[in-house]
């Protein structure tokens, strides 16, 4: 079946053509039209269900543009306004009638005579959500979403100095692939002291986040904030027990293997010790890779990569060009980071990152690229609901697509060899993330179990766990002051937490997809393309079954595609 691109955004039929969103009073008759509305048969209840989800995707897209242009430009205070108004006085009011609505389906007989099959897991998340509403979470809730957007807005203003200019720290860490040693530690310390500077007002952020997101949890009857978050990411395939024995197979699977990575890097450079400024380094006479010069060279770049790879890829690229819905470059007062915003009405998502012309932007590019293609290829289902699929399937989306375009970066780099360490540097990513990913998600297990920690505990504990990951390759000596506070670089930690771990089973269901693209192509994007256009109308390990993986993150798997991706860095 060919796919198209050009998307189309989704009309109003239940609401004006134009409406706007200016106050709760212009959007409440919607939902009270609904709530009251008799439902005296199956077409009735469909229709009432496409009415709903024409609502939530008119609200979702509101909410996601207020955050789009808030994080584009932290300091624009009128954005940061429209932000908080929505999410103090617009989503708590909606969420009573969210709850109701979700009744109504739930106890309507014919609901019971619509498609099980087809509306399994939608129906399924909704008395998920009915399980967990509480209206005493309503105002805490809001408090959260406001509070987590502070961390942009303290992190958005942090620079450094560098041979006279001012630098982002996303600009700054091109530095740390310097040749020459003195430059790369000067840097690394310059972006960890400025760190340093605001860890008080981070460590406070964080400390009432945990408070307020601890309540919710007891408030829903969990004996902690991690298993309420359980329950509402609708984790039904694996529990917490699993993600600890995912915490021990990194460290027995993989940290030997970062341990080589690094041990052969140091012997590239010729060090008799590694530090951490050294990692990206290449060796002297070799310059870094830059595979793009600006964020339009970029995006032009990408489109054509993605075009030798499918053309409706590269057509997904084109038309958020088109519309608009890119920000790619690193600049003071953005926040930091990089994501692909679903858009639920316009269909074509917004890509937003930092990008500084270095090898890691590439592949956040070509990540981001695979989340929007994500977001086009799920659009035509039929409600709002459908499209909400699991996160770790979002990632399988993002990055396989950072493997699959491998054989055509020859679009950014013009030299063989080039290539080749671009590569190279893609496949030793693969590999050297799980620490860290193993690290940030034990790290949030321990935070959320032991609500009450002290700020000193919160540090003793972190470079505990940290140091379960480190590679032994690595000398730290002396940068313990660093590395006491390097949590707070995670963004993760303060604006979605729990969401971490689908980095880890995601990429281990990318390399699976990348092992079906090596024995055969055209194959391995058919099933890449089948299982993105299921949106979330199938369960998790249905998904993973529908895109030719397993939905396994055992011991024993993770050491299959460890060697897998070993042997073909080796090939390198």
Request: a negative charge; hydrophobic letters at 35%; charged letters at 30%.
């Amino acid at each position: 079946m060919p796919y198209s691109a050009d998307i189309k955004k989704l009309e109003h039929f239940f609401l004006p053509k134009e409406f706007t969103l200016s106050n709760w009073e212009s959007l409440e008759p919607y939902f009270i039209q609904l709530n009251e509305r008799p439902l005296n048969s199956v077409s009735d209840l469909e229709q009432w269900l496409k009415d709903m989800s024409e609502v939530e995707a008119f609200i979702s897209e509101d909410a996601c543009w207020r955050q789009v242009r808030m994080t584009c430009d932290t300091e624009n205070k009128s954005f940061e306004e429209a932000f908080n108004f929505f999410f103090m006085e617009i989503q708590p009011k909606i969420q009573p009638y969210a709850d109701l609505l979700n009744k109504k389906l739930i106890d309507c007989p014919f609901t019971k005579e619509i498609n099980q099959h087809k509306y399994f897991t939608y129906l399924r998340s909704v008395r998920k959500s009915i399980e967990l509403f509480r209206e005493s979470n309503i105002p805490l809730q809001s408090e959260v979403s406001v509070l987590q957007q502070q961390y942009g807005a303290i992190a958005g203003k942090m620079m450094i100095e560098q041979d006279g200019k001012e630098f982002t720290l996303q600009q700054a860490a091109k530095f740390l692939e310097s040749e020459n040693r003195e430059i790369r530690e000067t840097v690394y310390k310059k972006i960890a002291s400025r760190r340093l500077e605001d860890k008080d007002p981070l460590n406070d952020l964080f400390s009432k986040l945990i408070e307020k997101r601890h309540q919710i949890g007891l408030n829903a009857g969990f004996k902690n904030y991690r298993d309420y978050k359980f329950a509402e990411m609708g984790r039904f395939d694996y529990t917490p027990e699993a993600c600890y024995q995912f915490h021990e197979a990194v460290k027995k699977e993989v940290v030997p293997l970062v341990d080589q990575i690094y041990n052969d890097q140091k012997n590239r450079l010729g060090l008799e010790s590694m530090k951490p400024w050294d990692t990206e380094a290449e060796p002297a006479g070799i310059k870094p890779l830059r595979p793009f010069t600006d964020g339009n060279d970029l995006l032009t770049k990408s489109i054509k990569c993605l075009d030798e790879l499918n053309p409706f890829f590269g057509d997904c690229l084109r038309k958020m060009k088109e519309l608009n819905h890119l920000d790619l470059d690193s600049r003071k007062g953005k926040s930091p980071g990089g994501y692909n915003m679903p858009l639920a009405e316009s269909g074509a998502p917004f890509i937003f990152m930092n990008a500084a012309a270095q090898m890691s932007d590439l592949t956040t590019m070509v990540h981001e690229s695979g989340h929007a293609i994500h977001s086009f290829l799920s659009h035509p289902l039929e409600l709002t609901g459908f499209k909400e699929y699991p996160t770790e399937m979002a990632e399988v989306a993002s990055m396989s697509m950072e493997l699959f375009t491998m054989d055509h970066w020859d679009v950014f780099f013009n030299d063989e060899e080039e290539m080749k360490r671009a590569k190279r540097h893609q496949l030793e990513r693969v590999i050297t993330i799980f620490p860290w990913i193993a690290t940030i998600d034990k790290f949030q297990h321990w935070i959320y179990e032991h609500p009450t920690h002290t700020l000193e505990e919160r540090r003793e504990n972190w470079l505990r766990i940290l140091n379960e990951f480190s590679s032994t390759s690595i000398d730290f000596s002396d940068l313990e002051k660093f590395r006491s506070y390097s949590w707070q670089k995670q963004l993760h930690l303060f604006e979605v937490p729990f969401y971490y771990i689908e980095y880890g089973i995601a990429q281990l269901g990318a390399i699976g997809m990348w092992k079906q693209y090596r024995e055969n192509k055209e194959k391995a994007l058919e099933n890449y393309i089948t299982g993105l256009s299921l949106g979330g109308t199938k369960t998790l390990p249905e998904l993973y079954q529908a895109s030719g993986i397993d939905f396994d993150f055992s011991p024993e798997k993770i050491s299959e595609l460890m060697l897998f991706v070993k042997k073909e860095l080796e090939s390198l």
